[in-house]
């Protein structure tokens, strides 16, 4: 497995500190923006025709599996028929949901099923006064501040905020640190004792701010997975350490989607898209700031993943024999491999530098319209979270009477591309601009109210907090593997301790 210098890693970092003045004028390079440009289907522009290079690519992951494909193919769609009636009778219920007073007991009774839907929620994470009032001041930090950036711009939604006092505080609680400790340490694993990372040391990605307003329609994301798209399919994406090979090869069945090991190197952000994920998010997830129901502007998920994602990555290569949707439209029999003869370049859904969106009409056997279901009734202090591979989306109107309320915040291990990403982020932190993957400008640069990093070091008083977001060196843990104790040594020395 190709791992990068440290020598190379440090010349994407930035500096360990610099003078305020400096930092405060840094501005990113990437252009100003909001959340609509991360997706094709909200940003309003035309998906273009993939170019002929991805028709070979195509050809390239499944010459001489064929049969192999083929018969997985029809495995796949009798297993999702079967699956996809369950979920449409089960709803909400099928979304495991644990108490936080029994993080791990909870997690260990439903882990098998935790892993099989790809999505978990953990009740009272933080206190739910505590946590209503993060949107009071998250509100009063926008009043004070009416040039933030927002998506929509005339009745905004989702902020462009990353710094914020109450994005900080909950990004260092301890309480959220534990439970992202353990949703990367007790679900996921790593089939290698020498995998480069840490599964014991979450470190701090810093996202985005919705307040969504009762009878919003604006922010209606379909279906769709971050962490890229195309990348999926290309060799010098995701198929870095083979993440997906065994689906390629036909074996959907063996392919482990809780094992890290191959994903360290992956990479999932090859054209520098607006808002495309650099950091491995193993979880990505939303501390919620409402109550909300469903169908009052919260989260869907596809309870499937393991299914879902072998199907999407194998989509390309079928086509129907009969386009007319009707009674026999989804029957195995009308949908016929793609030779290399007819292959084309199409991967349904996927634009570079985009997320990748999924539809009833290029996805049909993942039956959307009764598969994308609500999660639960979620109460302020609820953390939701779900499988980086996991297919979510949020209403498409908030019909509810109050807003639905959350700060993204997703579970990151220590990896070399982690690192990485921290130590440019950390800087970004100091000079109040967004994080590297995200519109760029002046951020919150001249916001009045910004935390200092003096505030922020108050708030992660505990070791965990200040090295989650680069503040302090790492520690491995008892125990760790060599390949933990190296990755873990190697950031420490990409952070500057």
């Known amino acids: 497995m190709l791992r990068p210098s440290l020598a190379k890693i440090a010349r994407t970092v930035a500096p360990v500190s610099r003078p305020a003045s400096t930092a405060a004028a840094q501005k990113s390079s990437k252009k100003e923006g909001d959340i609509s440009d991360a997706f094709v289907s909200l940003s309003g522009a035309q998906r273009a025709p993939l170019p002929d290079r991805f028709r070979q690519l195509k050809c390239d992951l499944v010459r001489g599996r ?25 709803g909400s219920d099928v979304i495991p949901q644990v108490e936080f007073a029994d993080l791990e007991g909870g997690c260990e009774r439903l882990e098998e099923e935790i892993k099989k839907r790809g999505a978990v ?12 009032a993060y949107k009071a001041e998250v509100e009063e930090y926008v009043r004070r501040n009416p040039h933030t950036r927002a998506f929509p711009a005339d009745d905004p939604q989702v902020y462009e905020l990353y710094w914020s006092a109450p994005q ?11 439970v992202q400790h353990h949703l990367m340490s007790s679900l996921w694993h790593t089939s290698s004792p020498t995998a480069q990372i840490s599964l014991a040391n979450p470190l701090t990605y810093a996202d985005r701010v919705r307040i969504r307003q009762p009878g919003d329609a604006s922010f209606a994301l379909g279906p769709h997975i971050d962490g890229g798209s195309v990348e999926r399919w290309k060799r010098e994406g995701y198929g870095r350490g083979g993440v997906y090979d065994r689906v390629f090869a036909g074996a959907w069945e063996r392919y482990d989607p809780w094992d890290a090991s191959g994903r360290v190197d992956a990479v ?23 109550r909300t129901g469903p169908r009052e502007g919260t989260l869907l998920v596809n309870p499937l993943m393991h299914l879902a994602t072998a199907y999407v990555l194998l989509r390309p290569f079928f086509r129907p024999v009969d386009e007319e949707t009707g009674p026999g439209y989804l029957d195995e029999r009308n949908w016929v491999f793609t030779g290399t003869a007819d292959m084309t370049s199409e991967l349904q859904g996927a634009t570079p530098g985009h997320g990748q969106e999924l539809t009833e009409e290029l996805h049909p056997h993942l039956e959307l319209g009764r598969t994308m279901v609500h999660v639960p009734n979620i109460k302020p202090g609820d953390f939701v979270a779900w499988h980086c ?43 109040g601009t967004p994080g590297p993957d995200f519109p760029g400008g002046e951020g919150e640069a001249r916001h009045v109210g910004r935390p200092s990093e003096e505030a922020l070091r108050r708030w992660a008083d505990g070791g965990a907090g200040r090295q989650a977001f680069g503040l302090e060196r790492l520690a491995a843990r008892g125990g760790a593997l060599p390949g933990e104790r190296e990755v873990v040594a190697r950031a420490n020395g990409i952070l500057g301790f």
């Open 66 to 90: 064929e049969e192999a494909v083929v018969e997985s193919w029809s495995r796949l769609l009798r297993e999702l028929r079967k699956e996809n009636d369950i979920i449409a009778a089960r």
């Open 389 to 431: 591979d996991t297919i979510h989306a949020v209403d498409k109107l908030h019909t509810g009477g109050g807003d639905s309320s959350v700060l993204y915040i997703p579970v990151c291990p220590v990896t070399d591309i982690n690192a990485a990403y921290l130590a440019r982020q950390r800087a970004a932190f100091r000079a």
């Open 121 to 132: 929620v953990v009740r009272g994470v933080i206190p739910e006064a505590e946590a209503r």
């Open 168 to 178: 900080l505080k909950a990004r260092a609680h301890p309480s959220l640190l534990r």
């Open 268 to 290: 999932s952000n090859r054209y520098d898209g607006l808002g495309a994920c650099s950091m491995f998010r193993m979880w990505q997830g939303w501390m919620s700031m409402s």
